[in-house]
């Protein structure tokens, strides 16, 4: 079945540690994607997102992803983390060129950064 | 500007009732949609709609019911809930220019 998949389920970091945090996405063709995060009590919000052009893409908060196409791969890495980072990360994918919204997600990650 | 705006927080069901949960959002997006999120499964997208009038399933439709009569609400209906209704809601609407999904703060739903 066509999914997304994230690899870690919960990391625990010590602050200062660099992060990086795996998504492979098993869809042929074009997609689009998504790293959305969640804050203890808070809603999703958009950390990066790539859609097309440098598969390098940086987004708020020193957050990076690199999308490899030939791996199916869009890990989110941050080379020093923060307490503040702490959170549940979600990867997404939305198949096709346009913005239909409907994305499809990884299972999360969630990250706790020791102080 | 509220974004997305979702009530109830919290609700506690019986078996076999039913119950709507509300969506409102201000920024005048044409999509929107309900995602439900469980422990270990991330969110799975239940139904959602391209404007008003439209709505189609996503993954997860089963017992579940939503309808589309203005561009700023999407109601979602549980006609009977069951206990694998239990889980966390979320409503999104989507800012086309950008691709970006913004989301209400969730309804945490019980059924017992």
């Known amino acids: 079945a066509q999914s997304v998949s994230q690899h870690n389920h919960h990391v625990i970091l010590s602050e200062a540690a660099s992060l990086e945090l795996g998504c492979n996405y098993s869809y042929g063709g074009t997609v689009n994607l998504f790293w959305y995060v969640q804050y203890p009590g808070q809603h999703l919000q958009l950390l990066l997102k790539y859609f097309s052009g440098d598969p390098l893409v940086k987004g708020i908060k020193g957050f990076e992803a690199e999308f490899i196409k030939s791996k199916f791969s869009f890990n989110l890495r941050k080379p020093s983390v923060q307490w503040s980072d702490t959170a549940e990360y979600f990867c997404?994918?939305?198949?096709?060129?346009?913005?239909?919204?409907?994305?499809?997600f990884g299972q999360g990650t969630t990250l706790q950064v020791k102080p | 500007n509220a974004g997305v705006t979702q009530t109830p927080k919290f609700q506690v069901l019986k078996t076999g009732q039913s119950m709507t949960l509300q969506c409102a959002q201000d920024?005048?997006?044409?999509?929107m949609s309900w995602y439900r999120q469980d422990p270990g499964m991330g969110l799975r997208l239940i139904h959602y709609?391209?404007?008003?009038?439209?709505?189609d399933q996503g993954e997860v439709p089963n017992g579940y019911n939503v309808s589309r009569s203005t561009t700023e609400d999407f109601p979602l209906r549980l006609l009977s809930a069951a206990p694998s209704q239990t889980s966390v809601y979320f409503c999104a609407s989507l800012e086309a220019n950008t691709g970006e999904l913004f989301f209400g703060e969730g309804s945490r739903l019980t059924v017992l």
């Open positions: 709609s391209v404007g008003a009038g439209i709505t």
């Open positions: 920024m005048n997006h044409e999509y």
């Open positions: 997404a994918v939305n198949k096709g060129s346009g913005n239909t919204g409907k994305l499809i």
